[in-house]
């Protein structure tokens, strides 16, 4: 067990013949006891510091694998938000070809009905066009027709007037 400076101030010598000079011996014993005291005392603050560096080392230690933990975590909900962003794309893009493709699809179903209703048109078109041509010209046939004459003259035979356009009394 280690001296205190307790010890060292309570120890007695035997006294010899021709021993040491005992104030001698005593101031000896009084600086080492003074210099064992300061020791003593810089060892237990060195302890105590120790100790709390220690314990902030430690602090320090759980704030840094509390760190790389959350580090770790970010990196893997990084790469899931990632991932999910990549598939949902992906989703995005099928999603906007298959609306593509029905706007297509609807597009020329659309245009081969408007182009029957054009050829529908275009057939309606002829066929009027052609009794309007025909109801033409059976009019012009009905002007062209003697009867027209006939008539003339009817209605002024009518009217008291021989054919020649004179007068009967």
């Known amino acids: 067990m280690p001296l205190t400076p307790l010890d060292i101030h309570n120890k007695e010598f035997n006294r010899g013949f021709r021993g040491y ?6 101031e000896f014993l009084d600086q080492i006891i003074k210099d064992y005291e300061q020791v003593i005392r ?4 060195i302890e ?5 560096l220690t314990e902030k080392l430690g602090h320090f230690t759980n704030i840094e ?3 790389n933990k959350s580090i770790l975590i970010a990196q893997e909900t990084a790469e899931d938000v990632k991932r999910n962003a990549q598939k949902e794309g992906k989703l995005i893009i099928k ?16 245009s081969r009905k ?3 209703d054009i050829e529908e048109l275009k057939k309606q078109s002829k066929v009027y066009r052609t009794r ?7 009019q012009l046939e009905m002007l062209d027709n003697d009867d027209w004459d006939h008539m003339m003259d009817y209605q002024m035979v009518a009217a008291g007037e021989d054919v020649d356009g004179e007068k009967d009394e």
């Not at 810089?42 to 603050?45: A, G, I, P, V």
């Not at 906007?96 to 659309?110: W, Y």
């Open 21 to 26: 000079d005992e104030d001698e011996v005593n």
């Open 42 to 45: 810089e060892k237990k603050e």
């Open 48 to 52: 105590e510091r120790v100790h709390e």
């Open 65 to 67: 694998e509390t760190l």
């Open 95 to 110: 999603e906007a070809e298959k609306n593509a493709d029905r706007i297509i699809n609807e597009s020329l179903a659309k």
């Open 114 to 116: 408007i182009m029957l």
């Open 132 to 138: 309007f041509r025909m109801l033409i010209e059976a």
